[in-house]
């Protein structure tokens, strides 16, 4: 008791990004597997109450990390990934909650994942870090916010595979959460959204310098990394953004290096150096296996394994739940996610669907701050 009053005195002042630490002995996989010991990175912004009841928990897309709010640069959308929504007097209220945001287990932004050293052998797992799954990503946050001391979550919100997280909590937890927003998420992908998943990995595994997965983390599969992530900007826009916003102009700014350095071919679309950037970016920050493996979580995802029926898993459900979709959403459309909602209505469940209408694509729960938070505020905490 203790060490948690110490934890509260240190967020009660907190005037600077803070990552924390929790390490545990061992967490039993979906697939069969163990692993251990295993490392949450998170954040925290916000006070926990004595009841320990008001705390929100922010679930994280693909290559997210636990920095969802920037206490140093809270207005700056750019700083944190959902820093318009968090903070004091914004929806997710940290004068009035205490909002944690963890780095998923497969991640490599502090917690465990195939860049972190196993224990067997005292060098990175790479490919032999065990399969895992949204389950456990859920189970391991857990584990968190039970260190923490919270005993009830006000409100599990995220979008896309933070999404599938957040319904996971709803029917693996159903006793402690209140309120679940999921956010351009759905019960299962689509063979579509795994056949370019697909593509996106076996661009890393081309790559020669992937060398199975045992690669030195500064000598990883970049071109390959580089190349994934472009393809997957292309899921996460629409037809019409794109449109909007290159159309077939030439390249706008200093031309970026094409990941495999071939040469221009006639001139440069701005589209093309776009893309370019964006995998460049990503290959400077990101690890390459633990693409693989969260991709992979992604797509094995179904809300329904373990249980006799979707209808089954549903009606575990007792949170009040808000769906949102994306009108342009190509990866996670927008009628899965009605869909879903439906499927929860029908089991007898407090589901709601709300549509944003955006050109963005998936990408807009990312950008259109204003309708977020006009979609969230009508579901009030």
């Not at 909650?97 to 005292?122: H, K, L, M, W």
């Not at 790479?126 to 916010?145: A, E």
């Not at 089954?312 to 769906?323: V, W, Y």
């Not at 469940?349 to 209408?357: A, L, S, W």
């Amino acid at each position: 008791m203790v060490a948690q009053l110490e934890y509260i005195n240190r967020i009660k002042t907190q005037t600077e990004n803070e990552v924390f630490t929790f390490t545990f002995d061992q967490l039993l996989l979906q697939r069969g597997d163990r692993l251990g010991p295993v490392t949450l990175a998170y954040e925290t912004w916000g006070e926990l109450n004595a009841t320990g009841d008001n705390a929100i928990l922010i679930t994280h897309a693909l290559t997210g990390s636990s920095h969802a709010h920037d206490v140093e640069d809270p207005e700056n959308p750019k700083a944190a990934w959902w820093n318009p929504l968090i903070g004091p007097g914004k929806y997710f209220d940290t004068a009035r909650y205490f909002v944690i945001c963890a780095n998923i287990i497969g991640g490599c932004s502090g917690s465990t994942g195939p860049s972190s050293e196993n224990p067997v052998t005292g060098r990175p797992y790479g490919m032999r870090f065990p399969v895992i799954t949204i389950r456990d990503m859920v189970r391991s946050q857990y584990k968190l916010i039970k260190h923490l001391g919270v005993r009830r979550l006000a409100m599990v919100a995220g979008g896309s595979i933070g999404g599938q997280q957040a319904l996971e909590w709803a029917v693996t937890y159903p006793n402690i959460v209140d309120k679940v927003a999921v956010i351009a998420a759905s019960a299962a992908v689509s063979a579509q959204a795994i056949a370019f998943n697909e593509v996106a990995r076996q661009s890393i595994m081309a790559d020669p310098a992937w060398q199975c997965g045992d690669y030195r983390l500064d000598q990883g599969p970049a071109t390959g990394l580089a190349i994934a992530r472009m393809l997957a900007m292309i899921t996460y826009q629409s037809e019409e953004s794109m449109e909007q916003r290159f159309a077939r102009k030439q390249a706008q700014r200093e031309p970026v290096t094409a990941p495999t350095f071939s040469p221009n071919l006639g001139g440069r679309f701005d589209v093309e150096n776009y893309l370019y950037y964006q995998g460049d970016q990503l290959a400077r920050r990101f690890d390459a296996n633990s693409y693989l493996y969260i991709s992979r979580a992604m797509d094995l995802y179904d809300v329904s394994e373990g249980y006799a029926s979707l209808e089954d898993a549903l009606g575990r459900i007792q949170s009040k739940m808000l769906f949102v979709g994306i009108s342009s959403d190509f990866l996670f459309p927008a009628s899965h996610v009605r869909w879903l909602a439906d499927k929860v209505q029908t089991v007898g469940g407090d589901g709601r669907y709300v549509e944003i209408n955006s050109p963005h694509g998936h990408d807009a729960f990312l950008k259109e701050w204003d309708q977020l938070n006009t979609v969230l505020h009508q579901f009030s905490l």
